[in-house]
T-cell receptor, first 114, second 115 residues
Framework: DAKTTQPTSMDCAEGRAANLPCNHS???????VYWYRQIHSQGPQYIIH???NNETNEMASLIITEDRKSSTLILPHATLRDTAVYYCIVRVARLGGTASKLTFGTGTRLQVTL | GAVVSQHPSRVICKSGTSVKIECRSL??????MFWYRQFPKKSLMLMATSNEGSKATYEQGVEKDKFLINHASLTLSTLTVTSAHPEDSSFYIC???????????FGQGTRLTVV
């Protein structure tokens, strides 16, 4: 699986958009970009994933550059409850088996402040 | 999304005893589950892949005789920490994926403290 690079930490004011970047310059054509977050002392929570098109769901938007070497997770209106570590993971979306495992990097610690 | 439940959420045990942690997929069948360990301020580290009806696959450096994994049904995997020591104190997390889904879902984690 391709390696990802994320900033160690970021701050965001409550109510503003939080834009979390991720670099995955070695991504392969069949690898997806996944985002998870982990609130303190909880298990990771799935946020969104995409291949090459931008994606949006009720939690966030995912913007993937045309060359797919980087992406940005956007939380449109951050709240205090969005304070968490956000993980960007790249992997092939195969069905079942060990290919389903997720390899976590260090992630970005997002602190949402008043 | 799919629900994965872990039990217990917290456990304190004496050194030398064994502790069993359960991971259940509540609304889907999971042929494969994963066990992670997380130390304070560190990222999740994959310990093993649990396959229903067969032996688990352990990551390099993880002692299979110490961390026993059983995946007896499509909705339950267990991790048993045998002869626990204080250095086994950690946050243990399981995950599972429904066969038709591309995303994995995680349990809430189990905080193990060995005293």
């Amino acid at each position: 699986d391709a390696k990802t690079t994320q900033p160690t930490s970021m701050d965001c004011a409550e109510g503003r958009a939080a834009n979390l970047p991720c670099n995955h310059s070695t991504i392969s054509g069949n690898e997806y970009v996944y985002w998870y977050r982990q609130i303190h002392s909880q298990g990771p929570q799935y946020i969104i994933h995409g291949l090459k098109n931008n994606e949006t769901n009720e939690m966030a938007s995912l913007i993937i550059t045309e060359d797919r070497k980087s992406s940005t997770l956007i939380l449109p209106h951050a709240t205090l409850r969005d304070t968490a570590v956000y993980y960007c993971i790249v992997r092939v979306a195969r069905l079942g088996g060990t290919a389903s495992k997720l390899t976590f990097g260090t992630g970005t610690r997002l602190q949402v402040t008043l | 999304g799919a629900v994965v439940s872990q039990h217990p959420s917290r456990v304190i045990c004496k050194s030398g005893t064994s502790v069993k942690i359960e991971c259940r997929s509540l609304d889907f069948q999971a042929t494969t589950m994963f066990w992670y360990r997380q130390f304070p301020k560190k990222s999740l580290m994959l310990m093993a892949t649990s396959n229903e009806g067969s032996k688990a696959t352990y990551e390099q450096g993880v002692e299979k005789d110490k961390f026993l994994i059983n995946h007896a049904s499509l909705t339950l995997s267990t991790l048993t920490v045998t002869s626990a020591h204080p250095e086994d104190s950690s946050f243990y997390i399981c995950s599972a994926r429904a066969p038709s889904a591309n995303e994995a879902f995680f349990g809430q984690g189990t905080r193990l403290t060995v005293v």
